[in-house]
C-alpha cells in the first residue's frame, strides 16, 4: 500500500484559498488518490477523488502531476467551519483498507 | 437515505469483556470497512467485509473478529477487551463497481471506552 506524507499543520484565514499537497511516491498505476476531510468525533467524510490531471467538484479541487507521486487539494476561500483534519489516501480496487496517516490540521483563523 | 448508522454511540466496559458494535451501510452498498481511531491518530483498518466474507484484514489481534449478515449490515466483536481497545470505532460502507470501490462513507462512529 503506498504510503502518503503531507504536512501536519495549516493555518489560514477566512477568505483564502489552501492548498495542501501530499506526496505518494509509491503510488501503483491503478490507485486512486482520494481526500477526506474529518470534523472532532464524527467519521470522515469524503471531499474529492482523482486518478490523474484536475478534478473539481463543488467544495475542491484536485490537482495531480503526470507522474502522480504527489497531489494537491485546493479549498477555495476558507471559511472557519473548514477547520478540520484533512487526510490524503491512494487505494485501489477494494479499496477500502485505506492507510490513514495523522492527516493535516487545518486551522482557519476569523 | 440514513447513509451509514452505527450503534451504539457510546459504550463503557470493563477490561476483559466482549463488545460488539454494529454497522448499517448506506443504502446500496454491499461492502463494510471497520476501523480504529485513537485519540489524535487517524483511524486504522482493522477488516473489511463482503458477500458476508471477510477479505482483508489489517494489524489486528484475532480478539478482533467481525460478521456480515446477507442484508449487507455488520458486526464488529472485541473480546477479552484492555484499555488500550479504548477508541472511536468507525464504520465505513462503499460499493464494488467494476474494478474499483466506489467512495467510502464513513458512520458517526461508537465511542469505546475501557475501563
Known amino acids: 500500500l503506498a504510503k502518503t506524507t503531507q504536512p501536519i499543520s495549516m493555518d489560514s484565514y477566512e477568505g483564502q484559498e489552501v492548498n495542501i499537497t501530499c506526496s505518494h511516491n509509491?503510488?501503483?498505476?491503478?490507485?486512486?488518490i482520494t481526500w477526506y476531510q474529518q470534523f472532532p468525533s464524527q467519521g470522515p467524510r469524503f471531499i474529492i477523488q482523482g486518478y490523474k490531471t484536475k478534478v473539481t467538484n463543488e467544495v475542491a479541487s484536485l490537482f495531480i502531476p503526470a507522474d502522480r507521486k504527489s497531489s494537491t487539494l485546493s479549498l477555495p476561500r476558507v471559511s472557519l467551519s473548514d477547520t478540520a483534519v484533512y487526510y490524503c489516501l491512494v487505494g485501489a480496487l477494494y479499496g477500502q483498507n485505506f492507510v490513514f496517516g495523522p492527516g493535516t490540521r487545518l486551522s482557519v483563523l476569523p | 437515505d440514513a447513509g451509514v448508522t452505527q450503534s451504539p454511540t457510546h459504550l463503557i466496559k470493563t477490561r476483559g469483556q466482549q463488545v460488539t458494535l454494529r454497522c448499517s451501510p448506506k443504502?446500496?452498498?454491499?461492502?463494510v470497512s471497520w476501523y480504529q481511531q485513537a485519540l489524535g491518530q487517524g483511524p486504522q483498518f482493522i477488516f473489511q467485509?463482503?458477500?458476508?466474507?471477510?477479505?482483508q484484514r489489517g494489524n489486528f489481534p484475532d480478539r478482533f473478529s467481525g460478521h456480515q449478515f446477507p442484508n449487507y449490515s455488520s458486526e464488529l466483536n472485541v473480546n477479552a477487551l484492555l484499555l488500550g481497545d479504548s477508541a472511536l470505532y468507525l464504520c465505513?460502507?462503499?460499493?464494488?463497481?467494476?474494478?474499483?470501490?466506489?467512495?467510502?462513507?464513513f458512520g458517526q462512529g461508537t465511542r469505546l471506552t475501557v475501563v
Open positions: 443504502s446500496g452498498h454491499d461492502t
Open positions: 465505513a460502507s462503499s460499493a464494488i463497481q467494476g474494478d474499483r470501490n466506489t467512495e467510502a462513507f
Open positions: 509509491n503510488i501503483a498505476t491503478n490507485d486512486y
Open positions: 467485509y463482503y458477500e458476508e466474507e471477510e477479505r
